[in-house]
């Protein structure tokens, strides 16, 4: 239903050319990725899509043209291929490179199904999905404490996004 609203909005609304792909890009990869993940596993579209937005300008980041990297995923890992940071070039960290969109939204639905910055995500999903057998997209956002420096700016960022994404798909 979801996939069926967002199209509507592709087709409706007065975004971009370059913005609509960058939804059916993303959208489409989240399919693929999460086509056989059990609903404990899924991350919301309307959150991921969220993020992509936010974390790589609608895919015109640095980040996103030149690794496919949609999120913002750092690595410490010198074995890891990554893009250093143009105004940080001696970081210790660099962002991640993916060999395509798809891997990227896969690395970042498994990174937030295991890593322990994100238990508070997978514990609010796991008690919508008791309560209410859904996940609301702005009630998991809360658990993205720890995704961004910013802390509660970038949650409030996120959900404003996931906002707009419902509106427009209405």
């Not at 975004?15 to 404990?40: M, R, W």
């Not at 899924?42 to 980040?63: T, V």
């Not at 309560?131 to 404003?160: F, H, Q, R, T």
């Amino acid at each position: 239903m979801l996939k069926i609203l967002l199209i509507f909005f592709l087709s409706t609304t007065t975004i971009n050319a370059e913005n609509k792909n960058f939804i059916k890009l993303i959208t489409d990869c989240s399919d693929k990725v999460q086509n056989n993940y059990a609903d404990n596993q899924k991350i919301p579209l309307e959150l991921l899509l969220a993020q992509a937005i936010i974390e790589s300008n609608w895919g015109k980041s640095r980040f996103a043209i030149e690794g496919n990297n949609y999120f913002g995923i750092r690595t410490w890992d010198a074995n890891v291929p990554q893009l250093k940071p143009l105004k940080r070039p001696d970081a210790t960290f660099g962002l991640q490179v993916y060999k395509d969109a798809c891997e990227s939204v896969k690395h970042y639905i498994d990174t937030l199904n295991t890593s322990n910055q994100y238990k508070s995500l997978r514990k609010i999903r796991k008690l919508e999905l008791k309560l209410w057998g859904k996940v609301d997209p702005e009630v998991l956002a809360m658990g993205l404490i720890n995704y961004s420096e910013e802390k509660d700016l970038y949650i409030s960022k996120v959900k404003e996004k996931i906002r707009i994404l419902k509106e427009k798909s209405n």
